[in-house]
Structure formats: C-alpha cells, structure tokens
C-alpha cells in the first residue's frame, strides 16, 4: 500500500521534531521516533526500522559538523565503526527472536534510565589510569566496543553513546564529550549494516525503509534548527525540556506496553 500524501506530512513533521530534538538537546531520535511511531499503530520492530533507518541521515549530518569543528577523531572512528559493521550485522537476526513485549519492555528500561540519569544528573566516570596502554590494545577494545554497542544498541533503536561511554571511559580513559561524536559516527556504519539485517530478516520491509527516509531527510532540517536554538534558550528551558521530552517518551512506552 502507498503512502498517502497525509502520512508523508505527518512523517516530514516527525522528522523535524526529531532533529530539532538531536540538535537542541544532543539525543538520539529514537526517544522520539519509536514511542511516536508505537502510538501510530506501527509495530515494535517496524518503529525500531524507522528509527534506524533516520540516524542514518541524522549521523551522517552530526559527524560532518562535528568533523568541522574538530571534535571528531576520524581514526577511533574508523575501528569502532568496524565494530559497529560486525556486531549490527547480527542485530537482525536478534530483533526476528525477541518478542514484541520484550522489545518494548527493554526500550521503557533504556529511556527510564536516560531519565533518571539526566534528572539525577549521574556522572559517568572517566577512569584516570585506564588498563589499556597499547595502541594495538586500544583499536581492538575500539572494535570489541562496536560490536557490542552495535548489537545491542541497533537492535533497540538508540544510539551507541549510552553504552560506550562507560566501556570506553573505564578501558581508555574517554571523557563522555570524546565519546558522543564518536558514538555519532560510529552510528553511520552500524545503521546501514542494522538496516540490511533487519531487511534480510524481513523485520522490516520496503514501506518502513520508505517513512525511514521521509523523516530521515526532515530530521536533518530540524537538527540544523535545533543546533540554532540551542543558541538563544536559557539552561533552565533546555534543562526542563529534555526532562519533559522523557518523560513522555516513556509515558507513552509504559502506555502502549501494558494497555497494548
């Protein structure tokens, strides 16, 4: 079935919000997309495609400007990216054995403790003696960390910032602002390898990589706004609106989870 012009509309206004949501607040879409999407019917693994198929676009528009501005350290990149190949290549077949339930249950969990974290203001410690010293050491834990997050991460629709931070900051000595633009790159190449697991595993089929470019390519106007806004709102508003953000995004997960 087509899409109809109203849902076209509808899904370009999700993608603005979704980026204006990653420019403004530095989260990742699926926050937004996938409760969004469970509301409108769609299911589980078809909500988590769409979101996937976005940070494509979203990550590659993320990198570019951080490679610019020189936040990006293309070769850590690299190497976690490769990791990212391997391990989102199984994401699939993963996402085909889990149970709808089980998916959403395990998505409330991810965006209750961004929450709580957030609310709470937890801080992920950086180790100051990190084990890893070699170089070679250091890519391989790069590349170990890819596959890990690219499992699991894809496989919920997040992005990998949630759960390399730790990895990387207790074997590497990473501080959390070294590891978002990485995780952002690191994004690139799990989602597309995410993507074609989920099609070969026929999660996902044509229509849902189809919304996926529709908000895809609105998310990276929103982005461009959101990182203008960010410019001019106070800490406060920014502060608020992100804790709002969440906590309607799990309200809207826990919602469809047990009435559904």
Known sequence: MSLEILDIFSYIIIGLITGVAAGFFGMGGGTIIVPVMLFLGQPIHHAIGVSVMQMIFSSTFGSIINYKKGLLNIEDGIYAG????????????????????????????ITLYSLLKYAFKIQSSTNLTPPIKSKSQ????????GIITGIFAIS????????????????????????VPLGLFFVIFSSISGIISFHNSNVIDAQVLH???????????????????????????????????????????AYKLFAG
């Open 156 to 179: 919920l629709g997040i992005g990998g910032g949630l759960l390399m931070v730790p990895i990387l900051g207790y074997y590497l000595g990473y501080e959390s602002k070294k590891v």
């Open 82 to 109: 490769i990791g990212g190949l391997i391990g989102a290549s199984f994401s699939g077949m993963l996402l085909d054995s889990i149970s709808s339930k089980t998916l959403t249950f395990l998505f409330l969990l």
């Open 138 to 145: 250091q890519r391989l834990i790069l590349i170990i960390t």
């Open 211 to 253: 919304i996926g470019i529709y908000i895809g390519i609105a998310s990276m106007i929103g982005v461009w706004i959101g990182i203008k806004l960010i410019q001019k709102a106070s800490a406060k508003v920014h502060r608020n609106g992100l804790l709002s953000i969440y906590m309607l995004s799990v309200l809207v997960t």
